[in-house]
């Protein structure tokens, strides 16, 4: 990018008054529908909702038998996590049937997805006791976040630390079983540390966590180890102006048996060290008008090592930056919200395997949302947007929610989006698997409509939708009339635009929280989402990567039951991919509270299922963990 362009984007943030005031999003022990969703223009009450989102709190993160990001979003609807180790080692992330790559990371409204690959974008720095909660926007969200936001958007959001707390947290767990594959390592284990400070009022605020976990893999070169720390701040200069800050850094280093290239890649390994930046202020110009300027960098570097022992041949190293300028803006009227902005994002990348290349973002947007007409809750809009090898495209999409009664609620909305291919997809080359430079953007028109309402005092949403993906992107190898298995894995995968990829979705959750007394309380969530694709014709002898991963069917039920010194939690997925058999899984946590101590036991696994998330990587069978947590305030 021009560095004049970088100087003026630099020179606007800091001349324009510093501003940027935290929303004060509160939630009642009980409820979530007080919660502020922010799309970087507008700030809905969760209850206002007009599409399909899903929200999980801290509070149910804590109870439930997780260790990392990657694992809380396996309990979340329509979200489908491709894990291929424990510990949040590697993680491949879709929504509704999408593919890795189709959906968009956010971290407290930044992007934070990578250029380079789906297979990095959940690299977050911040450790997950440090997590306020975790917003699925599901359905095509390119009006309100711009590119690559094909099937949805998973926004991540930090604590906010407008006081004084500590907490320290330590894990550590065991298979009680000898490593799969007879490796001669011993028993599979292993363990995390992590410790988030708070520190502030209301006029300045300061968070940081810090964050470790090491395990000696379930099975042979699987082993894993990772580093994450994170800060972020927010100072208040007066009821006008404001600011907030923040920059993260994760070093992670992991076998790679089977992660990409099965079998041939029994002896690869992976470094990933990412570092991440924002700078944002807020401006209010008037008490109807606001300016926000934004600017964030992302660095991640890649080294992957096909030999871990001979790093003379088959060694990959990517370096990948995005620099990103947003100008967000919102007028309230009398006839409703406008807001309007512009994106200006710079991505490149330098590669001993994938080349030097670079490529230029300009976005701008318009949306209207208003509650003029009775009942109705209008939000619609417009992203256009230009790339420097795509050319320009606009992304239009409509909300519309209908209040048909005092508990019930209609949602329709239709919107079209992107996915420009990233950077491996188009110049990849491997033994296993060499990229496309003539691959074409993907886009998605999509069509859904819910109803969300009561059901006693049990909250129910039911969703349909239908997507449409024109030149949809996937790997494949065409094996022509060979048999031999031998053979056909010298058979590299490549991309190709194979048409359209046409989705249909059915989903629903129902919920409720019980108070069964001054300090007892039992809630429970189930889940279900049934896909139906299109089927996607492959001629005689092509072979998909991803599509027999595709899931399915996923059924989810979480259970939470608590007094004042105990707490008993249950979480059960039950999945279905396309083409494999189904699984299910079910984890347990009970945990004691005294004084500011909280200890715990989890159960993982609790049937010892075998199961493989993605590629030939069978996952950890069960699994006994401890841990104890001590909050200081």
Not at 207 to 234: E, H, P
Not at 412 to 421: A, D, T, Y
């Amino acid at each position: 990018m021009n560095k004049k362009l970088v100087a003026f984007i630099f020179s606007s943030l800091l001349a324009s008054h510093f501003v940027l005031a935290q929303t004060a999003a509160t939630m009642r022990q009980d409820s979530i529908a007080e919660v502020i969703i922010s799309e970087n223009r507008f700030q809905i009450p969760f209850a206002k909702r007009n599409r399909n989102i899903e929200i999980i709190t801290s509070e149910d993160i804590a109870r439930l038998s997780v260790k990392s990001v990657n694992e809380v979003l396996a309990y979340m609807n329509g979200v489908d996590v491709r894990q291929r180790g424990p510990f949040g080692t590697q993680a491949d992330i879709s929504i509704d049937g999408g593919t890795f790559e189709q959906a968009l990371i956010l971290l407290n409204g930044v992007k934070i997805s990578d250029p380079q690959t789906g297979h990095h974008t959940m690299n977050i720095p911040v450790a997950l006791d440090a997590i306020e909660r975790i917003e699925v926007l599901r359905g095509p969200m390119a009006r309100v976040y711009g590119v690559n936001a094909l099937t949805g958007a998973i926004n991540i959001v930090t604590k906010t630390a407008n006081s004084n707390a500590l907490s320290v947290h330590v894990q550590s767990g065991s298979s009680f079983e000898n490593k799969a594959e007879n490796d001669g390592d011993g028993k599979y284990w292993g363990g995390g540390l992590q410790v988030v400070g708070q520190l502030g009022n209301e006029k300045l605020q300061n968070l940081f966590s810090l964050s470790g976990q090491k395990s000696n893999g379930q099975r042979y070169n699987s082993a894993t180890q990772d580093f994450r720390l994170y800060y972020q701040g927010a100072y208040s200069i007066n009821e006008l102006n404001s600011l907030e800050w923040s920059a993260g850094y994760i070093d992670n280093e992991f076998g790679a048996n089977g992660y990409y290239a099965a079998p041939g890649d029994k002896e690869s390994y992976e470094l990933v060290k990412t570092g991440f930046a924002h700078f944002a202020t807020k401006h209010y110009l008037s008490e109807n008008f606001y300016i926000s300027p934004r600017i964030s960098n992302r660095y991640n570097t890649d080294d992957y090592r096909y030999f871990r022992n001979d790093l003379s041949k088959a060694r990959s190293e990517h370096k990948n930056n995005v620099l990103s300028f947003e100008l967000n803006s919102r007028l309230s009227t009398k006839v409703g919200d406008f807001g309007i902005g512009l994106e200006i994002r710079d991505e490149d990348v330098k590669s001993n395997n994938l080349g030097n290349h670079s490529r230029e973002n300009f976005g701008s947007y318009l949306e209207y949302r208003t509650e003029l007409i009775p009942k109705i809750a209008l939000h619609l809009g417009a992203y256009s947007n230009y790339n420097s090898n795509y050319g320009w495209e606009i992304y239009p999409g409509v909300d519309i929610g209908y209040q048909f009664s005092k508990n019930w609620k209609l949602n329709v909305n239709v919107g079209k989006s992107q996915r420009i291919p990233s950077f491996t997809d188009l110049y990849l080359k491997q033994p296993a698997n060499i990229g496309n430079p003539d691959l074409k953007s993907e886009y998605a028109l999509q069509y859904e409509a819910s109803v969300q309402g009561a059901v006693g005092k049990s909250q129910l949403e039911i969703r349909y939708f239908f997507r449409d993906i024109s030149d949809f992107v996937d790997w494949v190898k065409n094996t022509g009339n060979i048999s031999d298995p031998a053979e056909i894995s010298k058979i590299p995968y490549k991309p190709y635009n194979l048409g359209n990829n046409r989705m249909h979705g059915i989903s629903a959750s129902l919920s409720r929280t019980y108070s069964l007394g001054s300090s007892r309380k039992l809630s429970y969530r189930f889940g279900y989402n049934y896909l139906a694709p299109e089927e996607l014709m492959y001629t005689n002898g092509v072979i998909s990567k991803y599509v027999l991963e595709s899931l399915k069917h996923q059924g989810l039920i979480r259970i939470m039951y608590s007094t004042s010194k105990w707490e008993f939690s249950t979480g059960n997925r039950w999945i279905k991919r396309e083409l494999n058999d189904p699984y299910f899984l079910s984890d347990a946590r009970i945990a004691f509270k005294f004084k500011s101590l909280n200890v715990y036991t989890d159960l993982t696994n609790l049937a010892n299922v075998s199961y493989q998330e993605s590629g030939a990587v069978l996952m950890p069978k069960r699994w006994f963990t401890m841990g104890v947590k001590c909050i200081i305030k």
